[in-house]
């Protein structure tokens, strides 16, 4: 293993930015000696502040700009430097660096993204939505610039640590715990909190996903990141209900074997694999997957009538082009509205359907998106197209 692995944390306040860089500190033998190049967060200031100084950062980067003066002065007398504004968060992620972790949430995490793949630095990758957006275009990038997309999505880098032979894979299938409203009834999913979308059972994360995971749009969203990250159809890949959330995914191959990987609901352990890979680091602090404890593993299929928002998913990664990334800007607006308390819990997958669907009905339809600003254009149709259905004041 290469013993010096220099980190760029994008999201680094974030609950997978917080988990990357309790890895990165832990300093145990085996691992790789890692060093922090740049560190970033949205509004979160003195937390980003004292991680970066905790890390030795190179420097910190704040999106929100009004805050570069509190920044600066809590990182007084120290030798990080600050920065802030979206652009500077772009630049953080050019920096050299072995690998930068994507974990900005929503498609505001495409720019920083992009630039780490632009700069050839490997990317460790947990912003799906950039992926849903963009996964064509950004694969189109990394083969250019050589750099890696390696999975941290507990689903995709479950994957990418069993798929030795992509060219005899007949199914790939991604497991979900069935969130916190498996066995809920519509009219309690209809009066549903976000306080209680957003109680996971076993998985702590930050709201935006685990509201996703609560209508089941994160397993849509991952079906369509790992149509593209390995390139495989949507009708060869399956969703299946695994309540434990112990094995986190699987590969059927055309001989008859499944090989899946099983471990503790706990994100150290796909980002560890990302930060060493191509090799494996020990993490000694983790609780081991004890399945004479665990007893039984329970399974079962989706259902796609409480949870529409996976079907909605495959409509959209199945009638490509712009698809995907209309479907996650409304998605993106209707979860927010819903944490705000605008809109009901039912009306987040209902609205996205109903977007999808306008979009799929119109002229922007018939484009493939070619550019980034293809992208980006797409996504303002699909908000605006969103706020108008919600009647949300803009
Ligand atoms: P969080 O909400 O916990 O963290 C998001 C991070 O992104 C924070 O550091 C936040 O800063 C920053 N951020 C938010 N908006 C912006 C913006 N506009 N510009 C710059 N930075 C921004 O999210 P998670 O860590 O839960 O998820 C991050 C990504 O990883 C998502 O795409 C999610 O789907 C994916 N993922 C998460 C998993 C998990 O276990 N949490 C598992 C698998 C995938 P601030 O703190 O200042 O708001």
Known sequence: MSDQV????????????????????????????????????????????????????????????SLYGRLKSLLAGTNVEAAAGPQAIVEAASRPADVVVAAIVGIAGLPATLAAIQRGNNVALANKESMVCAGPLLRQEAA?????????????????????????????????????????????????????????????????ISVDCATMMNKGLELIEAAYLFDVPEDRIDVLIHPQSIIHSLVSYDDGSVLAQLGMPDMRTPIAYALSWPHRMPLPGLQRLD????????????????????????????????????????????VAAFLQRRVG??????????????????????????????????????????????????
């Open 6 to 65: 220099r980190v760029s944390v994008l999201g680094a306040t974030g609950s997978v930015g917080v988990s990357t860089l309790d890895v990165v500190s832990a300093r145990v033998a085996g691992a790789p000696e890692f060093s922090v190049a740049a560190l970033t967060a949205n509004t979160s200031v003195d937390a980003l502040a004292k991680a970066a100084i905790k890390a030795r950062a190179d420097v910190a980067v704040i999106a929100e700009a």
């Open 291 to 334: 399945l004479a404890k665990i007893g039984r593993l329970d399974f079962m299929p989706p259902d796609l009538q409480r949870f529409p928002a996976l079907g909605i998913a495959r409509r959209a990664v199945s009638a490509g082009g712009g698809a995907p990334i209309v479907l996650n800007g409304a998605n993106e607006v209707a």
């Open 345 to 394: 819990f039912l009306t987040i997958a209902q609205v996205a359907g109903e977007v999808l669907e306008d979009f799929l009905n119109s002229q922007p339809a018939a484009k493939v998106p070619a550019s980034f600003e293809d992208v980006y254009d797409l996504d303002r149709w699909a908000r605006v197209r969103t706020i108008e259905k919600l009647r949300l004041a803009a």
């Open 144 to 208: 250019r610039t050589g750099a890696r997309l390696l999975p941290i999505d507990s689903e995709h880098n479950a994957i990418f640590q069993v798929l030795d032979r992509p060219d005899r894979v007949e199914k790939l299938i991604l497991t979900a715990s069935g969130g916190p409203f498996r066995n809920a009834s519509m009219s309690e999913m209809a009066a549903a909190t976000p306080e209680q979308a957003t109680a996971h059972p076993n998985w702590d994360m930050g709201a935006k």
